[in-house]
């Protein structure tokens, strides 16, 4: 066949494990993946469609494809993903330079859309998000060494700022054995961490198995050989049971880095954004994971300018911030998603809810130098993932740090990418850890 792709993947983790099933399908079906757009006989965008900046990121990529089309340096263009799926009722009315549009629950047909698009003919699937788990294998496009281990798909929560529920379907899980077979597969090819994601992973298993069950498939997962690191993200707080940290501090290969996404710690906030639970019971928790799980790093998200958040509200998240001292912060100001109830609520404009956001990020920085300046004399296990041309040092991760969003380890030494190794911290610059690895006994 030798017809050529380019494909852009855009979004979370969750998106990125479509679209390497998506290359997969291809691969399989005798397409070949090239780097640039440019010359190939299609193009894929799997697009998210989250927040204003992530569909104003997508619809960009479409149209510069789409310039690419018309001026014959591109043949087709298949749109997927979250856009795909949140607009399906108007998208191609509205970006006719698309030639096929897959939803959410449509990336199996990938290879049907291809070949249309590749005869000169256009292509549309919108299947139920709700419908079972896609079991498609995948070439997985991370690491080395590392790899996402997606468990559940959808949400129940139904916060009242987010639009995921009504894109991405209810909550689903795929059953243990399943994960689990998954698991070895990737820990045979080499894998170390396994990173395990889904828009909530504390629910696993409530809609299989009539419980929550992830502490029982991290048991599954810790018996692998060859696993050595494994990350949660991301846990809501609401769903913490004793069990669940009696694994998390007991287990050895679950790395003490938790993603809790808390949005906010203002009672009426979080009631008005239909988050269960109270700025006591998230204080508690984070308390209760700190007494039991020791050098434990909390990362949370964060959202400035919510609907019901005056000054008041938002000097009660800056001193619990002080309080905490959470080692990873993400925020974001608030984004009135259509379609979602907050949207329809009163709230500050844009301008200001960025001021808070920067005003947040002021607060956390002398907090994370403090954490950053801890490591410095210790000795860190590291992953190594690739080399920094500049400095010609090797850059990695250690526990404290997931891909993409914390950050990095320079050092020095004999390595190999995709390895874990021990790393003595000399030093910290503009957020980066410094050091060297450790000579081997």
């Known amino acids: 066949m030798n017809k050529t792709f380019a494909l852009i993947s855009l979004g979370c983790a969750k998106n990125l494990v479509n679209s390497e099933q998506m290359l997969y399908l291809l ?81 199996s047909e990938i290879v049907d859309a291809a070949d249309r698009v590749c005869a000169g003919e256009g292509y549309a699937s919108f299947r139920d998000q709700s419908g079972p788990i896609d079991e498609t294998p995948r070439v997985v496009s991370t690491g080395p060494g590392w790899a996402y281990l997606r468990i559940a798909e959808g ?162 998240l800056c001193e619990f911030l002080k309080e905490a001292k959470i080692e990873r912060v993400g925020v974001f100001p608030f984004s009135p998603e259509e379609g979602t109830p907050a949207a329809a609520m009163e709230h500050v404009d844009a301008e200001e809810a960025q001021r808070r956001a920067d005003l947040i990020l002021q607060l956390q920085q002398p907090i994370m130098d403090e954490f950053l300046q801890g490591f410095v004399g210790k000795t860190l296990r590291v992953l190594y993932e690739y080399d920094d041309e500049e400095s010609g040092l090797h850059v990695g991760r250690s526990y404290a740090d997931s891909p993409d969003i914390d950050g990095l380890v320079l050092f020095s030494g004999d390595c190999t990418e995709g390895e874990l190794c021990d790393v003595c911290i000399d030093s910290v610059e503009d957020g980066l850890l410094f050091g060297h690895r450790e000579a081997e006994a």
């Open 27 to 107: 691969d399989e079906a005798g397409y070949r993946l090239v780097p640039e757009p440019e010359g190939a006989d299609f193009a894929i965008v799997n697009t998210c469609g989250f927040i204003d900046a992530a569909k104003s990121e997508a619809i960009e990529n479409i149209l510069t494809l789409a310039a690419l089309k018309s001026e014959g340096k591109l043949g087709g263009l298949i749109v997927t993903g979250c856009l795909s799926e949140r607009y399906k009722d108007s998208i191609l009315a509205e970006l006719p330079e698309i030639d096929a549009v897959l939803g959410v629950g449509s990336f």
């Open 155 to 316: 949400c129940n929560n139904f916060c009242a700022f987010c639009a995921i529920p009504y894109i991405r379907g209810r909550y689903r899980s795929r059953p243990i054995e399943t994960v689990v077979a998954e698991a070895q597969d990737l820990a045979a090819h080499g894998v170390k961490e396994l990173i395990v994601i889904a828009q909530d992973i504390t629910r696993y298993g409530t809609d299989l198995y009539g419980k929550r069950s992830l502490a029982r498939l991290c048991r599954e997962l810790e018996q692998i050989e060859g696993v050595e690191w494994i990350r949660l993200h991301y846990l809501y707080p609401d769903q913490f049971d004793e069990e669940l940290i009696d694994e998390i501090a007991r287990n050895p290969k679950i790395v003490k880095y938790l993603d809790i996404p808390i949005q906010h710690i203002n009672d009426a906030i979080l009631k008005k954004m239909n988050r269960r639970g109270t700025g006591a019971e998230i204080r508690s928790l984070f308390r209760r994971l700190r007494e039991r799980i020791p050098g434990l790093v909390l990362r949370t998200s964060l959202i400035a300018g919510l609907p019901g958040e005056g000054e008041t509200e938002f000097e009660e």
